[in-house]
């Protein structure tokens, strides 16, 4: 019996997939054709999941005039239906993900990006146990501008920011507590609430799992609950990843570890230093860091971001429990010895960014890759190569990056390209209001 048959409730269904910028693309339909849905898919073209940040075809794009604008094949993933609390009939999501006629999958679809790295991992008989952080603004956009919205409690702004703040949490515990029931219900593993750096800011981890796919829903689906489920509650919530010019950006980012067949973590041993193998994916990351930066940097805005005492990394280096590192290795017991890569803004992809940090660090394993020294002490005080600071400097580099093709298909590199290379023209032509516009939302 189908998910759905247990949910007589359920009076409609969307079934969606993300493009290249996150965003879910996909149709409604009436509950009576779920079992269609489910049984043959549906069809959609494959351009729409290289469609830019304003959701236009990109202009010479080989997936649209050049190749007669075909269609791709959308099946559902493995993840299933999910609820959508946030609206208010009650409604299902059935994620898809693309494929040819022949069943091939489309090496432009993100979520096939991420596979096609778990599936390098199994074939080394390696399995990436992933988590993710996920940071984000609560913000007032009724007026002009953007501001920090009133406590439903007691009516009040808070200016200023309130780190590790009981106080700020309890503000809107509403929120949070619906909040917390919906990512039970639509499965998505959410963990501890802190009040952040920002002003209105909070951050949510989502608990480690053995599947890096499930990992990426995770975050993609819970973007989308979290900007759903403020609205109810008179609120925008942002992901982007710098919404305020005097505030800390919002960041995403990911624990991981490599296991074993039997669950054994291949980081991890009795020492501080941790294993070759711990050694070898940070050296891979540490690579792939200037040359993926437009994945973890993918919007203009993105580079708000990194920049020096931000609480965001600009030099590429690691070190233990150093959160002004790019990579970092946490404290703690030497047996859940793991990576955390800290580079990403909150604005990113959630299946190309796995993929870039997983992919980069199977790359040091395979090359047996070892990283330069550990820094300690401030990162931003030291001579170190740094990240690109730049959109179009990003965009260069993904686009002649050896390594990036190591990872991504040529198909999703050249596509990813396009786009942000007609993004960043049209973004120049924006005021600092229609940038903020474009964004809050959207990432």
């Excluded at 390696?126 to 009724?142: C, G, H, K, Q, R």
């Excluded at 990113?348 to 395979?366: D, M, Q, R, T, W």
Aim: hydrophobic share 40%.
């Amino acid at each position: 019996m189908s998910w759905i048959d247990d949910r007589p409730e359920v009076r409609n269904v969307r079934c969606g997939a993300a493009d290249l910028n996150g965003q879910a693309r996909g149709k409604r339909v009436p509950r009576k054709f779920a079992a269609k849905l489910e049984e043959e898919g549906t069809r959609f073209p494959f351009s729409i999941l290289n469609l830019d940040i304003w959701g236009e075809d990109v202009e010479d794009s080989p997936l649209v005039f050049e190749a007669g604008d075909p269609d791709g094949v959308l099946m559902p993933t493995e993840r299933g239906y999910v609820p959508m609390p946030w609206l208010n009939s009650p409604s299902a999501l059935l994620p898809m993900w693309m494929f040819h006629e022949d069943g091939t999958p489309f090496a432009g679809d993100p979520r096939q990006a991420l596979a096609r790295v778990v599936e390098r991992y199994k074939a080394r008989g390696l399995t990436p146990v992933v988590a993710t952080e996920m940071e984000f603004y609560l913000v007032d956009d009724s007026g002009d501008g953007i501001r920090q919205p009133r406590s439903p409690r007691s009516g009040k702004r808070r200016p200023g920011a309130e780190i590790l703040s009981l106080r700020a949490l309890d503000a809107f515990d509403m929120f949070f507590n619906d909040l917390y029931d919906a990512c039970d219900a639509m499965n998505i593993p959410a963990e501890a609430a802190i009040s952040e750096v920002g002003m209105g800011q909070f951050e949510i981890n989502l608990e480690h799992v053995p599947d890096a796919l499930k990992a990426a829903d995770d975050a993609w689906l819970f973007k989308m609950l979290v900007r759903g489920l403020a609205r109810n509650h008179g609120m925008a919530a942002s992901f982007m990843a710098k919404p305020y010019e005097e505030y800390a950006g919002s960041g995403l980012h990911t624990h991981f570890s490599v296991v074993d067949a039997d669950g054994k973590n291949l980081m991890a041993n009795d020492t501080f230093e941790g294993t070759p193998l711990l050694h070898n994916a940070i050296a891979g990351c540490l690579k792939g860091i200037p040359d993926l930066a437009l994945i973890f940097a993918p919007h203009g805005n993105s580079y708000d971001r990194l920049v020096p005492e931000s609480h965001a990394p600009t030099g590429v280096c690691w070190a233990y429990d150093n959160r002004t590192a790019s990579v970092r290795v946490p404290g703690g017991s030497f047996k859940a010895r793991r990576v955390e890569h800290r580079v990403a803004g909150g604005d990113v992809n959630p299946y190309l960014f796995l993929a870039a940090v997983l992919g980069s660090a199977l790359i040091g394993i395979e090359d047996n890759l070892t990283p330069p020294k550990p820094i300690s002490g401030n990162a931003y005080d030291q001579d170190l190569a740094q990240i690109p600071d730049t959109w179009a400097a990003a965009i260069d580099a993904f686009e002649h990056s050896p390594l990036a093709r190591r990872i991504f298909d040529p198909t999703l590199v050249e596509n990813l390209v396009m786009t942000k290379r007609q993004e960043l023209h049209y973004f120049a032509e924006l005021s600092e209001e229609e940038q903020l516009e474009l964004y809050l939302d959207t990432v």
